[in-house]
């Protein structure tokens, strides 16, 4: 069973940047389109953006042209590159599957964007 380990989220002022990371264990991780989901207190948890196969990426249009999604398959390792980070853009952060049955959640990564 896949299990995926969040991290590298914080405080960040407005306008600043993060780095997330998703380490998946298993060898099934390059095989799976994996996407970074964003929930926010009192909403459904939402795709920000995914990572199809090959170097195709989909972002959700709150965050377009702000963050860039990449993976290294051989480090069985997604990242996330946040920049021009805005106060909505503050949830907790998880990977997993975007497409096809998805696996248990991690405990995500905070991040917060506040002055």
């Known amino acids: 069973q896949v299990q995926f380990v969040e991290s590298g989220g914080g405080l960040v002022q407005p306008g600043g940047s993060l780095r997330l990371s998703c380490t998946a264990s298993?060898?099934?991780?390059?095989?799976?389109?994996m996407g970074w989901y964003r929930q926010v207190p009192g909403k459904q948890r939402e795709l920000v953006a995914s990572?199809?196969?090959?170097?195709?990426?989909i972002y959700a249009d709150s965050v377009k042209g702000r963050f860039t999604i990449s993976r290294d398959n051989a480090k069985n390792t997604m990242y996330l590159q946040m920049n021009s980070l805005k106060p909505e853009d503050t949830g907790v952060y998880y990977c997993?599957?975007?497409?096809?049955?998805?696996?248990?959640w991690g405990q995500g990564t905070q991040v917060t964007v506040s002055l």
């Open positions: 997993n599957r975007a497409v096809g049955a998805q696996r248990d």
């Open positions: 990572s199809t196969f090959g170097s195709g990426t």
């Open positions: 298993g060898s099934a991780f390059r095989f799976y389109v």
